[in-house]
């Protein structure tokens, strides 16, 4: 299951500090540093990130008479679900000391690294701890992977088997996950809480029990690992109280599973297409890459290419 670690910026001695040029609309010196917070390193890191996004990577227009570069501050705001006053004020270092909560919003709507994010928690004061749940945050070059294996189907799960991002060929391929919600995007709560779903007759009937073993085998790794997320212990509960079949699996304790390299997909239109299954781990998100292909020259491969084309469409029903 893949990062570079910033330290935290050197203090500088008081002189060097009086000496420093003024910033306009900032906050005195003596209350840039309070509480831990770093303000004026903050203020231009927040500057810094906003100035190098573009409208167009986080899908906001352009528009007339734009005359700042990057995001605009009330943009920055609005993506991270705050007010543009308050990120107005942490820009000019005036601004209180940030929450987790705001933090996570800025990084989310900056697009941070791992390394800034870490960095960025450091200016604020609150050094980055473990995550207390698993997380859903997917690195945006591992979406930009996905975008870049048009012949190939593949998938982003979570610690809790969450499918948390996927591409094209792979909606078409298993499922139509934007058109489901969270719950029914859980590959583990489908397939012991809805044996009748199609995730659960999506596989040979083998691959289904190979799958019920990895899946049950691996949430204990996941409960073990985040015994204080709510969420993981919900869904734990609730495998445990409607299906013996989990509950049984469960008890023997197993945290060891075996590797699945290839699995049978019967696909409503196409019927059987049998795929190269292989997992890649993401160990800093606690994630996996699972990529389906075929085998070159193969049925399978001529299905996928099928597939690629009609995509989530379907043929098999009256229009």
């Known amino acids: 299951m893949v990062c570079a670690l910033f330290m935290a910026a050197s203090l500088r001695p008081a002189a060097e500090l009086i000496q420093a040029p003024a910033v306009p609309g900032s906050a005195p010196r003596h209350q840039r540093t309070l509480g ?62 940030p929450s987790r909560e705001v933090l996570a919003g800025l990084a989310r709507a900056l697009r941070l690294s791992d390394a800034e994010r870490d960095h960025l928690h450091y200016l604020a004061g609150a050094p980055p701890g473990p995550p207390a749940g698993p997380s859903r945050e ?80 691996h949430l204990r790794v996941t409960a073990a690992r985040y015994p204080e997320d709510p969420e993981v212990a919900t869904l734990v509960d609730d495998l445990l109280v409607g299906s013996a079949e989990f509950a049984r699996l469960w008890t023997a304790h197993d945290i060891l599973a075996e590797p699945t390299l290839h699995k049978t997909v019967h696909h409503p239109l196409i019927g059987p297409i049998t795929v190269n299954c292989d997992v890649l781990d993401i160990t800093d998100r606690d994630q996996q890459v699972v990529i389906y292909t075929a085998e070159p020259g193969s049925p399978a491969e001529e299905a996928l290419r099928l597939l690629s084309v009609i995509g989530t469409q379907r043929m098999d029903v009256p229009g």
């Open 36 to 97: 831990g917070v770093d303000r004026r390193e903050l203020a231009g890191f927040l500057l810094s990130r906003r100035e190098r996004i573009t409208p167009a990577d986080v899908g906001l227009p352009a528009g007339p008479r734009r005359r700042t570069p990057g995001l605009r501050r009330e943009e920055v705001a609005q993506l991270a679900f705050i007010s543009t006053e308050y990120y107005t004020r942490l820009e000019q270092a005036r601004g209180p000391r």
């Open 138 to 217: 997917v690195r945006q070059s591992i979406l930009d992977l996905l975008r870049r294996l048009p012949h190939a189907a593949a998938i982003v799960l979570s610690a809790t088997y969450e499918v948390i991002a996927w591409n094209d060929l792979a909606a078409a391929l298993l499922e139509d996950f934007s058109a489901l919600s969270r719950h029914e995007r859980n590959l583990v709560r489908r397939a012991f809480l809805a044996p009748q779903s199609r995730e659960r007759l999506l596989y040979d009937p083998s691959d289904a029990e190979a799958f019920a073993r990895a899946a049950a085998r």
